[in-house]
């Protein structure tokens, strides 16, 4: 997408919180007066020049903040990405750059609207669990000191990136994969700290408390924690089977169920870390494994890999509160593999095939792909449009565009248009009463899709083509 165009999206998606791995200046001159509040970053390349000239950390500022602030509201500037363990010969630059940044930015009087800190790794702290035993590296230590010095004195949150995926991968048999999926827990489920009795329910809460434990063993409890990345894939290979898109929806819907219900953490419940979905866009160009490709919500043409189950009432995204959603071909599937989906699709699966054989409202065009369409909606539709019933080995995808055309009217439209006649043409006391509960339900959806989308459903994307989303 172009700058213009992917901002429309967002808006489109009701995202009013993003954050950026760079500075790219035609995104921040395309979200001038859009509201949508952004996260923009200094690339880890960039640090060495920065961090050893203040005028080259001043120059910085004039050219990526000044130049667009107010109109583009900048909240934030994340410096570097999880250096510490990614690129550990500049760490000695970090504070540097920190602090230069930070005076450009005094200079400019924009201090107390911008904040800036520096996104880490989970694996600068040890002995994660349990979480009140957790520490610092102390390899680091001369670098993390000065950093949450000045993170207390500036206000300015710790930057975490925060992923129970790796977490149960690494701990398969020690973590339980419903602990990290945030699925309700039995109370003899839960993981309890022996030295606090803290119960935790889920993965992301022990990690988060773990970062605090290890602030207060450097005597640091001013500082909040901010989560700047956290996912789950949605495809991997054979060494990766638990990289679905079950679990990556699964996931993803209950850690916003968990921000939205603001209970916090257990051993901060009045401290609810916001955190940015890692990602908004599929990168399709990412080095194995397959799972680096696939963290994205939307596929790159900007339809939906899964829909996310958040309202409690069914499945939405903001461009979707009737629920109308839809099992289409993916672009760029040979016709051989396509042909054997159709036939299971119209076989084994028993989807509803009638419509396009010969003759039928949906014969034209004839081609296997638009054949194959309408097959695997059908089956998708019966399925309760359950997201795994939309895959058929890879070669389809969800979306919220109607592919019906002509008198070809696919299930997905079939369905809502049955459901709405049959609220429409009731008369008796029984059928007037379900209709009601229809138009109820739609109404209650809406209502929780304005609420999570409007005040905190967020969502990171990273431009390069990067795009990781949230709240700050």
């Not at 009795?197 to 889920?202: A, D, K, R, V």
């Not at 219900?261 to 890692?278: A, C, N, Q």
Request: charged share 15%.
């Amino acid at each position: 997408m172009s700058a213009t165009e992917l901002v429309s999206f967002l808006q489109f998606q009701k995202v009013t919180h993003i954050k950026l791995y760079d500075a790219d200046p035609d995104i921040l001159k395309a979200l001038a007066k859009t509201k949508i509040r952004v996260i923009i970053s200094v690339p880890n390349n960039q640090l060495l020049a920065i961090g050893s000239s203040n005028t080259t950390a001043a120059s910085w500022i004039g050219k990526n903040v000044v130049a667009y602030y107010p109109q583009t509201v900048i909240t934030a500037i994340a410096v570097g990405d999880e250096v510490l363990t990614t690129v550990p010969s500049s760490a000695p630059l970090l504070m540097p750059a920190i602090e230069s940044l930070y005076s450009a930015l005094v200079a400019a009087n924009l201090h107390n609207q911008i904040k800036i800190s520096t996104p880490h790794s989970a694996s600068i702290i040890l002995d994660p669990f349990p979480p009140s035993q957790s520490f610092f590296n102390q390899s680091w230590i001369s670098v993390i000191q000065p950093l949450l010095q000045f993170l207390s004195k500036t206000g300015s949150p710790l930057m975490m990136n925060f992923y129970p995926y790796y977490v149960f991968m690494q701990n398969k048999g020690v973590v339980p994969l419903d602990n990290s999926l945030f699925k309700p827990l039995k109370p003899s489920q839960e993981m309890v700290d022996p030295n606090t009795l803290l119960h935790y329910t889920n993965v992301l809460d022990a990690m988060v408390d773990a970062a605090y434990f290890s602030m207060r063993s450097m005597n640091f409890t001013d500082v909040v924690v901010l989560v700047t990345e956290s996912g789950w894939p949605s495809k991997g290979d054979s060494k990766e089977p638990y990289a679905t898109i079950d679990n990556a929806d699964t996931y993803n819907s209950n850690l916003i169920k968990h921000v939205l219900d603001r209970s916090g953490t257990p051993l901060h419940p009045e401290i609810t870390s916001s955190v940015y979905l890692y990602e908004l866009f599929n990168e399709d160009l990412r080095s194995p494994p397959v799972s680096e490709a696939n963290w994205g919500l939307f596929y790159a043409n900007s339809t939906p890999v899964y829909l996310l189950h958040v309202s409690g009432s069914g499945t939405f995204l903001a461009n979707d509160t009737t629920n109308r959603t839809y099992c289409i071909v993916m672009d760029g599937v040979d016709s051989k593999t396509l042909q054997a989906a159709l036939d299971w699709a119209c076989g084994p699966g028993r989807a509803n095939c009638s419509e396009i054989q010969p003759g039928e409202n949906c014969f034209q065009p004839n081609n296997v792909k638009n054949h194959a369409s309408y097959a695997f909606d059908s089956y998708y539709q019966k399925q309760g449009r359950a997201a795994s019933s939309c895959d058929f080995k890879g070669v389809a995808m969800i979306t919220t565009t109607d592919p019906s055309h002509g008198s070809c009217i696919f299930p997905g439209s079939k369905k809502i248009t049955n459901e709405a006649r049959t609220v429409v043409n009731t008369t008796s006391p029984s059928n007037g009463a379900g209709g009601s509960r229809l138009i109820s339900f739609y109404s209650s959806r809406i209502s929780a899709v304005d609420k999570a989308l409007k005040t905190f459903l967020t969502i990171i994307f990273s431009i390069l083509l990067y795009i990781p989303f949230m709240m700050f």
